[in-house]
């Protein structure tokens, strides 16, 4: 019994000492410095760590399609409802949208050919 003692003890001596003396290669990897953007925590499965999202150099020029921008182009939610109570959900809706503030975007009523797309989240 005080082998077995002394075998939990030692486990439990290496498992704190790796926590402490493991390299942190988190700075090394993405240092907040470099990050032209915002630090974003990991959303549901992509990426798989925290990453930088970079800032869109042409956020709010107006856009039918996210080929004409740096992250994507949306449209504006309260629009796009109005449009539905008008129009109702059978017809696509024409629109014109906005080119996002970040190159990566999770969620929001995205516009593909001048159609919105549909609201989408992550």
């Known amino acids: 019994m005080k082998k077995l003692w002394i075998i939990v003890i030692i486990i439990l001596l290496l498992i704190v000492a790796g926590i402490l ?7 090394e ?8 953007g915002i630090i974003m925590g990991k ?6 760590e925290d990453f930088c999202n970079e800032y869109a150099s042409d956020f ?3 856009c ?3 080929s004409q921008c740096e992250g994507d182009c949306l449209a504006d939610e309260d629009e ?4 539905e109570e008008i129009e109702g959900l059978e017809n696509p ?3 014109n949208g906005a080119c996002s503030q970040y190159k990566s975007t ?3 009523y995205y516009v593909h050919n001048g159609t919105v797309f549909g609201y989408i989240t992550v």
């Open 43 to 48: 959303p549901m499965f992509y990426p798989p």
């Open 60 to 62: 709010g020029k107006e």
């Open 106 to 108: 999770f969620g929001g």
């Open 64 to 66: 039918s399609d996210s």
């Open 21 to 27: 003396l493991w390299p942190n290669n988190y700075e």
């Open 80 to 83: 796009v409802r109005k449009r």
């Open 29 to 36: 990897i993405l240092p907040e410095e470099t990050c032209d």
């Open 93 to 95: 809706i024409m629109i």
